[in-house]
């Protein structure tokens, strides 16, 4: 058996000594720590920390839990521990905007983002010949006011069955329930084509062509049933100018959008992202 990577994620109240803990009982496993990040929100208390290291061959997944658990008792931690070779399966959420979509299997293909698409859904017909061409499992489910209840099951049965980690809304423009949100939350990402809080819901570049923005930018987000108010994981923007029209500003958002759901997926391909409430903290 040779020596495995993993990477340990934890979160619990802020007090002494929580680092020198795990750490102690990793060095005593004879583990290699080769990344390390913590974070103390003096706001509410909590602490955070990721751990990227090497254990020794012969020592798992089970023996490593086994070792962990003393600290994670003693602080009442809240955990996640997974090996670093376990390749994430994504579905893929898509209308009729394909850019974002292309852009995150083109970073699957060449090795940036590492992760496997177990499907694309979509509620519209034209992503069918980029899935088919991709070797990927498409799902048309048309969706309407009468038929929403339904379609959303078949999509949680895709992602059951599939066994996903994450869901992707590559331009999904669909609200998902309240019941869905609930239900796949923290497993849900979402682009929004504004920079949040600003112009939320429908047509924000065109909103921001109205208040004659100099700025614009995308937010890739958690889904929450609150629309467009999850915790934020990734942002950018890019200037633009009373010159551009509101196609301009779309065409220049498409980059953005394409970007910073990349980004945000590969974040959380990584865990380095965990949940702080409302907001998140994000070990980059």
Same mark, same amino acid.
């Given at each position: 058996m040779s020596a495995a990577n993993f990477v340990l994620t934890l979160s619990c109240a802020d007090r002494p000594g929580i680092v020198a803990a795990v750490t102690t009982q990793l060095a005593a496993l004879n583990a290699n720590i080769a990344e390390s990040n913590q974070f103390w929100d003096r706001?509410?208390?909590?602490?955070?920390?990721?751990?990227?290291?090497?254990?020794?061959?012969?020592?798992?997944?089970?023996?490593?839990?086994?070792?962990?658990q003393p600290p994670f008792a003693r602080f009442a931690m809240q955990t996640s521990l997974v090996p670093e070779s376990q390749r994430k399966r994504i579905v893929i959420l898509v209308s009729k905007f394909d850019h974002t979509l292309l852009h995150l299997l083109y970073q699957i293909r060449v090795g940036w983002l590492d992760a496997d698409v177990a499907a694309i859904i979509s509620n519209h017909p034209d992503a069918r010949?980029?899935?088919?061409?991709?070797?990927?499992?498409f799902h048309l489910l048309p969706v309407s006011k009468d038929t929403k209840a339904a379609q959303e099951q078949q999509i949680e049965d895709i992602v059951s069955q599939t066994s996903a980690?994450?869901?992707?809304?590559?331009?999904?423009?669909?609200?998902?329930?309240?019941?869905?949100?609930?239900?796949?939350?923290?497993?849900?990402?979402?682009?929004?084509?504004?920079?949040?809080?600003?112009?939320?819901?429908?047509?924000?570049?065109?909103?921001?062509?109205?208040?004659?923005?100099?700025?614009?930018?995308?937010? !890739?987000h958690y889904v929450t049933p609150d629309?467009?108010? +999850?915790?934020? %994981? /990734?942002?950018?923007?890019?200037?633009?100018?009373? !010159?551009?029209?509101?196609?301009?500003?779309?065409?220049? +958002?498409?980059? %953005? /959008?394409?970007r910073v759901l990349a980004r945000a997926v590969k974040l959380h391909l990584e865990n380095r992202v965990m949940l702080n409430g409302k907001k998140t903290v994000v070990f980059g």
């Amino acid at each position: 058996m040779s020596a495995a990577n993993f990477v340990l994620t934890l979160s619990c109240a802020d007090r002494p000594g929580i680092v020198a803990a795990v750490t102690t009982q990793l060095a005593a496993l004879n583990a290699n720590i080769a990344e390390s990040n913590q974070f103390w929100d003096r706001e509410t208390g909590r602490f955070f920390m990721r751990l990227a290291f090497t254990a020794p061959a012969g020592v798992d997944q089970k023996a490593l839990e086994l070792a962990l658990q003393p600290p994670f008792a003693r602080f009442a931690m809240q955990t996640s521990l997974v090996p670093e070779s376990q390749r994430k399966r994504i579905v893929i959420l898509v209308s009729k905007f394909d850019h974002t979509l292309l852009h995150l299997l083109y970073q699957i293909r060449v090795g940036w983002l590492d992760a496997d698409v177990a499907a694309i859904i979509s509620n519209h017909p034209d992503a069918r010949k980029i899935a088919e061409d991709a070797g990927i499992d498409f799902h048309l489910l048309p969706v309407s006011k009468d038929t929403k209840a339904a379609q959303e099951q078949q999509i949680e049965d895709i992602v059951s069955q599939t066994s996903a980690d994450l869901v992707v809304l590559a331009r999904y423009m669909q609200v998902l329930s309240d019941h869905l949100s609930t239900r796949l939350f923290g497993k849900v990402i979402n682009i929004h084509h504004s920079f949040l809080p600003s112009f939320k819901g429908a047509k924000p570049y065109h909103q921001a062509h109205v208040r004659g923005v100099k700025i614009i930018g995308a937010t !890739a987000h958690y889904v929450t049933p609150d629309l467009d108010e +999850g915790p934020i %994981i /990734e942002q950018d923007t890019a200037r633009v100018t009373h !010159a551009m029209s509101a196609e301009d500003l779309v065409a220049a +958002g498409r980059d %953005i /959008e394409s970007r910073v759901l990349a980004r945000a997926v590969k974040l959380h391909l990584e865990n380095r992202v965990m949940l702080n409430g409302k907001k998140t903290v994000v070990f980059g």
